[in-house]
């Protein structure tokens, strides 16, 4: 992190890596709480929440798992039967998710993942994993939300201690370290508009990159999936803007963004860094912009650390 970096949002990132190993080991020991092969289920949450959600639906299916549905917890087809319902909630005390675990209770098995072990949630829920090496003061969601995801993918890959292969915990939290010590690539803090790609698992990370820059830095991002991208949404880039994506780049699409004028941010993908590792990197660029624009990347504006009606 450089010297202007002093936020409570700018250190808790930084503890990412650690936090993931952490996460991979309680995989190992909260194994009966979390889904089984073969189970239907559904990940539900609210705002990073959510799209933690979809990136873990879309892993737990592309492994061959179960069918995993995402849904934004206001969202949720009630008239649907689902096995499990994973609940991702930082506080355990966002109105949406109480009110779905109340609904589910008695007629689906619920699971919930949360950083505070003295909230409501921990009744609501039939079973609950509590992440409270990863909770954060800043209302701005980091280490939680990925430290979920990556408990989630060492359960996926069976390995309690995070693995050694390409796709593991393990190599994500060393990617990880990278991208906390790196610079941030050459030109983004100068750009004036960032578009995020996605593909698979990596399109909830596409989402959560953009979240990260408008709430922190009150920034104009978007995302689509990578291959969507070319049917509208690359007209809004060009000089002066970036486009980024996380994961592999498909075929000729950075010829098409060379052609647009725009700038190509591309560190994961094949021989890259792990995409959640690439995420860490947009969310220091979030802190970088937040602090050059004079604004307080722990507060933003308009929101609260847990949205209770």
């Not at 355990?92 to 949360?114: D, I």
């Not at 996926?156 to 690539?185: F, I, N």
Request: some cysteine.
């Amino acid at each position: 992190m450089t010297a202007i970096d002093s936020s409570l949002t700018a250190e808790e990132l930084a503890t990412q890596p650690d936090c993931w190993r952490r996460a991979a080991t309680l995989a190992g020991t909260s194994a009966a709480a979390l889904p089984r092969r073969g189970e239907r289920i559904a990940a539900v949450g609210c705002g990073t929440s959510w799209f933690m959600a979809q990136s873990y639906a879309a892993l737990r299916e592309a492994a061959g798992q179960g069918e995993t549905d995402a849904f934004a917890a206001s969202e949720f087809p009630g008239a649907r039967d689902y096995d499990r319902v994973v609940a991702i909630t930082r506080s355990g005390t966002t109105t949406e998710v109480l009110t779905l675990l109340g609904a589910l209770r008695g007629r689906t098995a619920t699971t919930a993942l949360t950083a505070d072990p003295h909230t409501p949630v921990m009744t609501a829920a039939d079973q609950v994993v509590v992440l409270d090496f990863a909770d954060e003061r800043s209302v701005v969601q980091t280490r939680f939300a990925t430290s979920a995801l990556a408990l989630l993918r060492a359960h996926l890959a069976g390995d309690g201690a995070g693995g050694e292969g390409p796709g593991s915990v393990a190599k994500a939290a060393a990617d990880a370290e990278r991208a906390l010590e790196e610079p941030l690539p050459e030109g983004l803090l100068t750009v004036d508009q960032v578009t995020f790609l996605g593909g698979g698992w990596t399109n909830g990370l596409a989402l959560e990159a953009g979240l990260k820059m408008r709430e922190a830095a009150c920034f104009w991002t978007e995302a689509y999936p990578a291959m969507e991208y070319r049917h509208g949404p690359i007209a809004i880039t060009g000089p002066g803007r970036a486009a980024w994506m996380f994961g592999e780049l498909p075929e000729g699409l950075a010829g098409d963004i060379a052609a647009t004028g725009g700038l190509l941010v591309a560190g994961s993908g094949a021989g890259g860094l792990d995409p959640m590792a690439d995420l860490v990197r947009a969310q220091r660029l979030a802190v970088a912009l937040a602090t050059a624009r004079g604004l307080d990347p722990d507060n933003p504006r308009a929101l609260t650390r847990s949205v209770q009606l």
